[in-house]
């Protein structure tokens, strides 16, 4: 998947479930370009996107 910010290829899955933070169906993903972390979640058939860290790094 593409980053939502810079639209870098480099996204990583994150596993946070450890700290409860996702869910099944959206996994939590990191860019490894610009440091967004996000999600998508799906809502009612509508794919949106949740922001959870802007990103850190300007390329
Ligand atoms: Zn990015």
Same mark, same amino acid.
Do not use: I, N, P
């Given at each position: 998947m593409k980053c939502p910010n %810079? /639209?870098?290829?480099t996204a990583?899955?994150?596993?946070?479930?450890?700290d409860g933070f996702t869910s099944d169906e959206s996994p939590v993903?990191? %860019? /490894?370009?610009?440091g967004l972390v996000w999600r998508v979640k799906t809502e009612a058939g509508e794919t949106k996107i949740d922001i959870i860290k802007q990103p850190?790094?300007?390329k």
């Open positions: %810079c /639209g870098d290829r990583v899955d994150l596993d946070m479930h450890s993903k990191e %860019c /490894g370009a610009c850190t790094a300007v």
